[in-house]
Nanobody, 121 residues
Framework: QVQLAESGGGLVQPGGSLRLSCEAS????????RGWYRQAPGKQRELVATVGRGGITNYADSVRGRFTTSRDAAKNTAYLQMNSLKPEDTGVYYC???????????????WGQGTQVTVSS
């Protein structure tokens, strides 16, 4: 079974940092991160960062300069480094990726289950 799972969330004080991981598991041949999203209570899911196939990342204005995406293709894992965290960054963070399953010739879209990030003093 192919799964995409986020981890690394937790409670952090304002101004602190967290690094989220997005790992795909299963019989995977290819892994391409497409974006990070977050959802605060009572609000719609919003885009945090989107990554093109060329590796270019477009960040939301609210996180630009504070968040950075990266990846380790060999480990089928992507990361979201979050610095200078603010209370308004609180929410459930999701990753989205294109995955090429072993034995398949077409890519499939996957979403993680989300990881909670709480920024509070």
């Amino acid at each position: 079974q192919v799964q995409l799972a986020e981890s690394g969330g937790g409670l952090v004080q304002p101004g602190g940092s967290l690094r989220l991981s997005c790992e795909a598991s299963g019989s995977i041949f290819g892994f391409i991160l497409r974006g990070w999203y977050r959802q605060a209570p009572g609000k719609q899911r919003e885009l945090v960062a989107t990554v093109g196939r060329g590796g270019i990342t477009n960040y939301a204005d609210s996180v630009r300069g504070r968040f950075t995406t990266s990846r380790d293709a060999a480990k089928n894992t992507a990361y979201l480094q979050m610095n200078s965290l603010k209370p308004e960054d609180t929410g459930v963070y999701y990753c989205r990726a294109d995955i090429l399953l072993s034995g398949h010739t077409t890519w499939s879209d996957y979403w993680g289950q989300g990881t909670q990030v709480t920024v509070s003093s």
